[in-house]
């Protein structure tokens, strides 16, 4: 890849106007890095385009003249999927940031890849509407992002993740030229369903530009409760019955273990309730219907008392709501707290599965002498497994976190699972991805990578 020149930035400045074009190494310090605390790589530019017909300029520029072009949201990726691998510009899309329609009529959102996700929530809540995805980084990560990550969230168990919502797309190609796919309407199938190919693509096919986005009614009410328990298998039997037995989908059922719930009492120097339980679940419900959503607490209430609940505390006011997912909510604050490095692995495995990858963590921790916090999404079986450093020192650590990832890696295939659930590969994860993906299929990708990008100058060196 070639590097930058001076006539490469003035051909930036006419297209995105100079004062959106940064090329100090202070300025560019900020766009070198996700939140992945070790990987850093310096862009040669970065540039801030308003408008999809800008990022076709810069599109063609660099496939003129074969530079790497990164796209960025706003930096939340915890697999380097925003890391300019190789320098060459990096687009940050931080400026296309508008909620340009709220559709009542036809509960759409038609919105900017800039877009905070916790803004958008809030604006359609406005109307009376709801976008359900929420990944626990809503305030500070973008919906193009999310789109590029196929992000999920804590609601994905009732609700679905982002792929759910996407009814269309504008789209830059990485050779410039801009595609405009679906519209304002569920049912499509003329033709192959593009939009779909470029959700989940992080940033390697093209750079999403415009979203059309599905809305759905706000459920008029919600309850969430918190339940400990003694023993971690109780809490996954509880989880079986509630979803398997009963049939009850619960909007969000996430779990947190003991190690997590007492690294967040000592960060916040307080006390959290029944920090000694073994394991914490958190289930939320709602619906429109006051009297249905009481049976329910009651039905699961039960459940909860016959597998031996320390208690049950449901908080149905957001005062109450914020106390019970205090914990939840600052958990990997915590952890980088407590631990200079922090290295989160993103596991999935058939719900029924997770006390198996539970106790599989746990003797791992043991035996490769490195300290591990679990905790996450036990609803859909997406569990964020943190490798903790703490003050191990450098070549213990070196020699043992590559076995140990390995390790859980291999087991969560045996158990039926994947590697990532919702951080994505990225740079981070591409080595691993063989375990997962077979070899035809990896092929297949990179057939589609390549007649998308023939020159392989967006986001290479991502996903394999
Ligand atoms: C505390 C914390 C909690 C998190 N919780 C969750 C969670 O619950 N669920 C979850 O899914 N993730 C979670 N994440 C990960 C992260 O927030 C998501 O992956 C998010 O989608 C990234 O959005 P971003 O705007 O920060 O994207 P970035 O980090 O800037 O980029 C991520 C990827 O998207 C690509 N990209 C960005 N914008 C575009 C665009 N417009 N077009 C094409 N490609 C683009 C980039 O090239 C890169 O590959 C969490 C992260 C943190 C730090």
Known sequence: ?????????????????????????ED?????????????????VVVKPRTS?????????????????????????????????????VISLERMNEILEIDEANMVAVIEPGVIVGDLNKAVEEQGLFYPPDPASLDSCSIGGNIAHNAGGARAVKYGITRNYVLGLEVVLPTGEIIRHGGKFVKNVSGYNLTQYFIGSEG??????????????LPQYSVDLLVPFNDFHQAAE???????????????????????????????????PFSNAEAQLIIGLDGNDKDELDKLIEVIGEIC??????????????????????ARRILLETLKAISD???????????????????????????????????????DGNVHVAILKKDIDENTWNEKFEG?????????????????????????????????????????MKKIKNALDPKNILNPEKIF
């Open 1 to 25: 890849m070639k590097k930058i020149s001076e006539e490469v930035i003035s051909r930036l400045n006419s297209i995105v106007g100079s004062g959106n074009v940064l090329t100090t190494q």
């Open 28 to 44: 560019m310090e900020p766009y070198s890095h996700d939140e992945l605390p070790t990987l850093k790589f310096m862009p040669d």
């Open 53 to 89: 017909k800008e990022i076709a300029g810069i599109m063609k520029l660099a496939n003129e003249l074969e530079i790497s072009v990164t796209p960025r949201g706003l930096g939340t990726g915890l697999s380097g999927g925003a890391l300019p691998i190789h320098g060459g510009i």
């Open 204 to 217: 390697t096919l093209g750079i999403v530009t415009k979203i059309i986005l599905k809305l759905v009614p």
């Open 238 to 272: 509880v989880v079986t019955k509630i979803m398997g037995e009963k049939r009850i989908i619960p909007v969000v059922l996430e779990f947190m273990d003991k190690a997590g719930v007492q690294a967040c009492e000592t960060f916040l120097g307080r006390e959290l």
């Open 305 to 326: 008392f016959e597998n031996d609940a320390e208690d049950v505390l449901v908080a149905d006011s957001k005062f109450a709501k914020d106390s019970l997912w205090e």
């Open 341 to 379: 490095q922090v290295e989160v692995e993103d596991v999935v495995v058939p719900r029924s599965r997770i006390p198996d990858l539970i106790s599989m963590t746990t003797r791992l921790s043991e035996e490769y002498g490195l300290p591990i916090v679990n905790w996450g999404h036990a609803g």
């Open 404 to 444: 140990l990832v390995q390790a859980i890696f291999d087991g969560v295939v045996e158990m039926g699972g994947t590697i990532t659930g919702e951080h994505g590969v990225g740079y981070l994860k591409k080595k691993y991805l063989p375990k997962v993906v077979g070899e035809t299929e990896i092929a297949l």
